[in-house]
């Protein structure tokens, strides 16, 4: 049998695919739900790159209270770098929205598209993995972390004492991640 190519497929899964399966046990209600969901994390991810490209290119959005012009503006503002990759360790590393760090301020924002509450764990978490990999101490500088969600801004001062406490079990939790896989290649 000579099977039929598919080439522009390749590396895509469809929706209703074989290896997500759960599908064959939906009820209508729940694949509305989860195509819903698919569907507004696609949207999420494009307005995200279109974030990006803004910031990048230094185009500012009218000013309004809408959530993508308050971010991309004061992310342009501050100079600040988009999706900025922060790396301890290949077990520790996470990629920040926009990031910046000057006059001694670290400045972290990330843009929130769906309408789940967030926390502010995930702006320490990237922190802490900036005073890691660039050898500052939360103590010795100050912290501007902001969540954009729902045409609203979020702001928090990073506590160093929660960033020592991330940076402490990022330390800890990757050696035992390291040693665990020294121990499952014996």
Same mark, same amino acid.
């Given at each position: 049998?000579?099977?039929?190519?598919?080439?522009?497929?390749?590396?895509?899964?469809?929706?209703? *695919?074989? *290896?997500? @399966?759960?599908?064959?046990?939906?009820?209508?209600?729940?694949?509305?739900?989860?195509?819903?969901?698919?569907?507004?994390?696609?949207?999420? +991810?494009?307005?995200?790159?279109?974030?990006?490209?803004?910031?990048? /290119?230094?185009?500012?959005?009218?000013?309004?209270?809408?959530?993508?012009?308050?971010?991309?503006?004061?992310?342009?503002?501050?100079?600040?770098?988009?999706?900025?990759?922060?790396? @301890? $360790?290949?077990?520790?590393?996470? +990629?920040?929205?926009?990031?910046?760090? $000057?006059?001694?301020?670290?400045?972290?924002?990330?843009?929130? +598209?769906?309408?789940?509450?967030? *926390?502010?764990?995930?702006?320490?978490?990237?922190?802490?993995?900036?005073? /890691?990999?660039?050898?500052? $101490?939360?103590?010795?500088? =100050?912290?501007?972390?902001?969540?954009?969600?729902?045409?609203?801004?979020?702001?928090?001062?990073?506590?160093?004492?929660?960033?020592?406490?991330?940076?402490?079990?990022?330390? +800890?939790?990757?050696?035992?991640?390291? =040693?665990?896989?020294?121990? =499952?290649?014996?």
């Amino acid at each position: 049998m000579i099977f039929n190519k598919h080439f522009d497929l390749v590396g895509e899964h469809a929706f209703l *695919s074989a *290896s997500r @399966y759960h599908w064959i046990n939906y009820d209508d209600e729940k694949l509305d739900h989860v195509w819903t969901a698919q569907q507004a994390a696609k949207r999420g +991810t494009d307005l995200h790159a279109f974030a990006h490209e803004a910031i990048r /290119l230094g185009i500012k959005l009218p000013k309004n209270q809408q959530t993508m012009s308050l971010y991309v503006n004061d992310a342009i503002g501050y100079r600040m770098t988009p999706e900025q990759i922060l790396y @301890y $360790s290949d077990n520790a590393f996470g +990629t920040a929205d926009t990031i910046s760090f $000057s006059k001694n301020v670290l400045r972290i924002f990330d843009l929130k +598209t769906g309408k789940l509450n967030c *926390s502010v764990h995930q702006l320490e978490v990237y922190a802490a993995l900036f005073c /890691l990999e660039y050898k500052f $101490s939360p103590f010795d500088i =100050a912290m501007d972390l902001r969540i954009y969600q729902s045409n609203e801004i979020n702001q928090y001062e990073g506590d160093p004492d929660v960033i020592v406490h991330i940076m402490d079990k990022i330390i +800890t939790f990757d050696k035992r991640i390291n =040693a665990l896989r020294l121990e =499952a290649m014996q």
